[in-house]
């Protein structure tokens, strides 16, 4: 079977056929282990191995930025670490049975409060258009579903991008990330009426490193809101120099 052509596709049209090619050939594979990729007999879930290490890795962690707390499911190492990989790159297979229901308890565990707004960290443009879907975007819609809680993609943006962040250092994260991310109008509007209300926005985001994103993320959220706001972060894995 050959593929359409995407020469011409783009924005909402190329994720739909992106989402549809995934979904033929989640149908011809046989299930796989996220973590190791051996076979196993129900999609969803991790082989007997990778389980019960994923059990001695330890479960979550807590980091703390500039005035920002971080949770993170999980240290961004070993059988984790190639379950978080395997979901940044395809989260509609049959990783989400895995990597849903840990996050999900890290949020109830960990969040505390009545009603928190779970805003995904922007992908910028262009990265969304080469990759045809946003992996942390598809994070918090899912989980915010799953819970019940209301998520917001449209607060914040990406509005520079440069270069990806991978293999970069720490000083040179900070400088790609200054002033890369501002409130949208409607999320400046929203934000400052949040932040009356007392009400906590979680930001989501995959993988810490170095904290520089979600530090940008943050500062973008008071920016509109004012340092009154109460924010917090949230992450599947987070790097061992991080935690």
Known sequence: MTAPSMAFVSGPALSRWVALWRGLGQGLVPPQCPACFSRITTRGRLCLTCARTLEDEGGPTRVELDALSVHAAGSFSGIWAEVVRSYKEDPSGGVPGVVLPRFEALLRDRIHDDDPILVPVPMAPVRRRERGFSPVETLARAVAARIGWRCELAWIRRTRYRRPLRGLSAAERRTEMHRA???????????????????????????????????????????????????????????????
């Open 181 to 243: 991310v501002e409130p949208t109008l409607r999320g400046a509007r929203a934000l400052v009426r949040i932040a009356d209300a007392g009400a906590v926005v979680v930001l989501i985001d995959d993988v810490l490193t170095t904290g520089s994103t979600l530090s940008a993320c943050a500062g973008a959220l008071r920016t509109a809101a004012g340092e009154g706001l109460r924010v917090e972060a949230a992450v599947l894995g987070a790097t061992p120099v991080s935690a």
